[in-house]
């Protein structure tokens, strides 16, 4: 491999937190470009290089919470933020047909390139990558269970 592609962890696999609380979307419903329902945000996947959110791991489909699939949707799709959605750039078909969530694959540049290539932006680090992000959301180390 000749580029360096950075670890993305899933930010409940580690001792980071969001940095400001109310950026932390996870357990928000995950909404189409026409503001229907796709699912809901299950994790972050953070850049271990820098600490960014780089995609979200969003669950559709299932009933009642069994047989949800996990699917990546990169940051950048991210429309706008409520207190209860998180409004996408994207179809929702586009999100349930869209590259499937898989740990052994979240250091691989190659696969970066597809999840990206697949929702038409560059992905991240790469030129004509968005250099800031409209929702930058950045981890930091956690102070520990109260």
């Known amino acids: 491999m000749t580029n360096h592609a950075p670890q993305l962890l899933k930010l409940s696999d580690t001792d980071l937190i969001i ?15 026409n503001g229907e329902k796709i699912g809901k945000i299950e994790d972050l996947l953070i850049d271990t290089d820098d600490n960014q959110v780089r995609m979200l791991r969003v669950e559709h489909g299932g009933i009642l919470g069994f047989g949800a699939t996990p699917s990546f949707v990169p940051v950048e799709a991210i429309s706008r ?22 740990p052994e694959l979240t250091g691989e540049t190659e696969f970066y390139g597809q999840v990206y290539g697949y929702y038409g932006y560059p992905p991240f680090g790469t030129p004509g990558a968005a250099s800031t992000m409209p929702y930058p959301m950045v981890a930091t180390r956690g102070m520990g269970m109260y």
């Open 19 to 33: 940095a400001n609380p109310s950026e932390d979307i996870r357990g928000r419903t995950a909404r189409d470009v």
């Open 81 to 102: 933020i409520t207190d209860d959605d998180v409004h996408l750039r994207q179809a929702g078909a586009k999100v349930a047909e869209g590259p499937r969530y898989d």
